[in-house]
């Protein structure tokens, strides 16, 4: 093949990195039995690529270039590592026939490297919060600052939680599969959380100049057919209608200019039917089971929103009933709030407010920003001016999402 310009290469290489590093990662995992080592293969191959796809070109399978040459320069950097330390020999020996026997091996379960990842990560050996943050870690390639702020917590305890995660796996020896039958619903809550967490990051990320991350919802919705796919449990099916009922909305929730939109202005011919669809009957398929959970209450929320043709015409009663069954199922302050609005829909922002403030005098949600924002607006609607612009002010000093605050500072300024 011709040589390539460094530039093409390099622009192709950002882009496999994108698209394949994951799944790359996750085989590799596989293949080698060790997260650092895999992930030090995973950087040594994209390092290789550059070099030798200028001289050679991008391979027909960059994938499969990608993890084959990951696997054997992990190998060949211990056995020289082994040559001063002849304790590695043995460790190099066992990551050769590791790898050999499961590059050999067959999917006879599903053929998905990234699921077999996050049931290794959920392992009930690791608690919940190590659980969620090392899968969106090492599955999903979210920072750790960005995982830091999905738990509201500090992003050097986060780091902490992954490296215990990672050593745990590796002395306890927890195997990379996908569990057996038996095994698989009582590890399936937490792999459902991991699920819903990557896809709110992709829906509407923490930070940054965009309201969404399409990749990560993406990923999310094909995690969660996945997961459907493998076992069809209520919630499991519960939480794809909700991912689809939400990801139906994306094209209105930004302007062109990459403004926020609330739910109550969007375009909804720009709303995507054919999600809407599915989900619907999805969520029919979840509560027709008469085991559904938190995921399916939250998709028939969602699906409220879907059926009324514009927001006035929105079932407010409904909506407030659905949430006082979620808030009986899953006691949380986010939950309130979002009751807390849809009161103030059906029984004027009064109501709504009295709610938001008794939530924020137990000292709850005192740094979430959406609080205030809520807060705000109602205070805005009663022509409360100055307690909307304090809320507003306290909105923005939290908010990270840069559409978020331009959309803040507007309202700040209409009620200044």
């Known amino acids: 093949m011709a040589e390539t310009s460094p530039q093409s290469v390099r622009q192709a290489v950002d882009g496999i990195y994108r698209s394949e590093s994951r799944q790359v990662l996750a085989t590799l995992i596989r293949l080698l039995g060790d997260f650092d080592l895999a992930e030090e293969a995973l950087h040594e191959a994209f390092t290789a690529a550059l070099d030798q796809w200028s001289r050679d070109g991008v391979p027909a399978n960059p994938r499969a270039w990608l993890i084959s040459t990951g696997r054997f320069r992990a190998i060949d950097a211990i056995r020289r590592r082994a040559r001063f330390d002849a304790t590695l020999t043995e460790l190099a020996n066992r990551l050769d026939r590791v790898a050999s026997v499961n590059a050999a091996k067959r999917d006879e379960e599903l053929e998905d490297d ?16 190590i659980q969620v943050a090392l899968t969106l870690r090492e599955v999903c390639g979210l920072s750790t600052e960005e995982i830091a702020r999905a738990f509201l917590t500090a992003a050097p305890t986060m780091a902490q939680r992954i490296v215990r ?17 038996a095994e698989l619903p009582d590890r399936l809550d937490s792999v459902l959380a991991v699920v819903y967490l990557v896809f709110n990051e992709g829906y509407s990320a923490s930070s940054g100049s965009s309201v969404t991350r399409t990749d990560l ?17 209520p919630e499991a099916v ?11 909305r994306r094209a209105a929730r930004t302007s062109p200019q990459g403004d926020l939109i609330l739910l109550e202005d ?3 011919s720009l709303w995507d039917r054919a999600k809407i669809t599915e989900a619907g009957a999805l969520v029919e398929r979840a509560i ?5 959970g938190v995921y399916t209450v939250q998709a028939a929320i969602a699906r409220v929103h879907a059926a009324a043709p ?50 924020l005098a137990r000292g709850e949600l005192a740094d979430y920003h959406l609080a205030h924002a809520a807060r705000a607006d109602l205070c805005r609607r009663l022509g409360r001016t100055a307690e909307a612009r304090a809320s507003y002010q306290k909105a923005l000093a939290l908010a990270l999402q840069e559409p978020e605050r331009r959309f803040l500072e507007r309202r700040l300024r209409e009620v200044s």
């Open 217 to 233: 919802s993406e990923e999310a919705i094909r995690l969660g057919r996945l997961l459907v796919d493998l076992l069809p449990d």
């Open 310 to 359: 514009t927001a006035a015409e929105t079932d407010w009663t409904q909506m407030v009933a659905l949430y006082d069954v979620l808030a009986r199922a899953a006691r949380s302050p986010i939950v309130e709030l979002n009751r807390a609005v849809a009161v103030a829909m059906r029984d004027g922002p009064q109501a709504g407010l009295e709610l938001i403030d008794a939530i």
């Open 266 to 268: 969007q375009d909804r």
């Open 288 to 292: 027709s089971s008469q085991q559904f």
């Open 165 to 181: 995660g990672k050593a745990k796996i590796r002395d306890a020896r927890i195997p990379y599969q996908v569990p057996s039958t």
């Open 114 to 129: 990234r699921l077999r990842l996050i049931f290794t990560c959920c392992h009930p050996a690791l608690s919940s919060g």
């Open 238 to 248: 519960g939480l794809l209608a909700l991912m689809l009922l939400q990801e139906s």
